[in-house]
């Protein structure tokens, strides 16, 4: 995860923006995980790139460039036809985002405490 990216949004929006666009990126990002996985069991490559791109566009405005990455991944390879997406690589983009939300509540978790340029996220 690139903490930075949230630091930028938390020194230019402050802690409600930083606050509200995670909120929102972490209720969407369960349902937009799905979608993938239903376009791909559909073998539908056209939804599929859709669904990849709409997760990865809003994963690498709050930092969560692995989880974006992945998604870019399967947007390509949607984009050439492609709508294969094997259970593995579900479980992939699954591990990506929990591991980024972990990161995202430590470091919420040390700005609530005053941690870290003494900024405070509530």
């Known amino acids: 995860m690139e903490l930075s990216r ?3 949004l938390l020194k230019n929006g402050g802690p409600d ?6 909120q929102l990126f972490l209720d969407k990002g ?9 376009a791909a069991a559909a073998g539908d490559p056209q939804v599929l790139e859709a669904a990849a791109h709409a ?3 809003s994963a690498i405005q709050v930092g969560f460039n692995d989880l974006g990455e992945l998604c870019l991944d399967i947007e390509k390879r949607a984009g050439q036809g492609e709508a294969a997406f094997p259970p593995a690589e579900m479980e ?3 591990g990506a985002f929990d591991k980024d939300r972990q990161t995202y509540q430590e470091w919420s978790e040390a700005r609530k405490k005053g941690d870290s340029d003494g900024v405070r996220v509530v």
């Open 6 to 8: 949230l630091d930028f």
């Open 17 to 22: 923006l930083v606050r509200d666009v995670m």
């Open 30 to 38: 369960p349902s937009r995980m799905a979608a993938i996985r239903d």
């Open 55 to 57: 997760l990865r566009s």
């Open 92 to 94: 992939k983009l699954v």
